[in-house]
T-cell receptor, first 114, second 110 residues
Framework: EAGVTQSPRYAVLQEGQAVSFWCDPI?????LYWYQQPRDQGPQLLVY????????NSQLPSDRFSAVRPKGTNSTLKIQSAKQGDTATYLCASSFDRDQDTQYFGPGTRLLVL | QQKVQQSPESLIVPEGAMTSLNCTFS??????FAWYRQHSGKAPKALMS????GEKEEGRFTIHLNKASLHFSLHIRDSQPSDSALYLC??????????FGKGTSLTVIP
């Protein structure tokens, strides 16, 4: 079974530039999560979807971050105007409604904002 | 909002030692409790989970849960250098939203 895939794996930006991250969850998983993981810290939830609906985006900085999952499968997270404080690894994870205690993570995108 | 705290922040143990990692949480209504392991530069991967008070053992790993004291822990018997990683505890209220701790960095020295 293919795991969660993410692209790109790495991104380096100047402040003010935009960037998009793409995630393809495990087939059949209805729930998709985006996390921000600063270096040497645990993942911090940004947003999660069940199918195409946003369930919780309360931790997403809405002025610069946006996330969509239009068909309930793949998802895109976009940073409109990156800041140095956005430097982190962005992790995507997916889970299945009947398996509520397990998430499957992708390899992440490591973002460096100069 | 759920608060999840891990201790210690980092730990160095010799090969063969017993390692104990701790996690406290704030919402006693939480339903699932899990440990994830993240090797350097890799994705977090689920280790074990528990939903009722008590103990669960899988190989060298044991998880303890005490909901009344808002505490759960992971114990690693006969720690190996390959166990060196960031260990993340997760508290799941029951509707698929996960709250992760900041992690404990474990180094096992040969």
């Amino acid at each position: 079974e293919a795991g969660v895939t993410q692209s790109p794996r790495y991104a380096v930006l100047q402040e003010g530039q935009a960037v998009s991250f793409w995630c393809d969850p495990i087939s059949g998983h209805d729930t998709l999560y985006w996390y921000q993981q600063p270096r040497d810290q645990g993942p911090q939830l940004l947003v999660y979807f069940r199918d195409e609906a946003v369930i919780d985006n309360s931790q997403l900085p809405s002025d610069r971050f946006s996330a969509v999952r239009p068909k309930g499968t793949n998802s895109t997270l976009k940073i409109q105007s990156a800041k140095q404080g956005d430097t982190a690894t962005y992790l995507c994870a997916s889970s299945f409604d009947r398996d509520q205690d397990t998430q499957y993570f992708g390899p992440g995108t490591r973002l460096l904002v100069l | 909002q759920q608060k999840v705290q891990q201790s210690p922040e980092s730990l160095i143990v010799p090969e063969g030692a017993m390692t104990s990692l701790n996690c406290t949480f704030s919402d006693s209504a939480s339903q699932y409790f899990a440990w994830y392991r993240q090797h350097s530069g890799k994705a977090p991967k689920a280790l074990m989970s528990i939903f009722s008070n008590g103990e669960k053992e899988e190989g060298r790993f044991t998880i303890h849960l005490n909901k009344a004291s808002l505490h759960f822990s992971l114990h690693i018997r006969d720690s190996q250098p390959s166990d060196s990683a960031l260990y993340l505890c997760a508290v799941i209220p029951g509707y698929q939203n996960f709250y992760f701790g900041k992690g404990t960095s474990l180094t096992v020295i040969p």
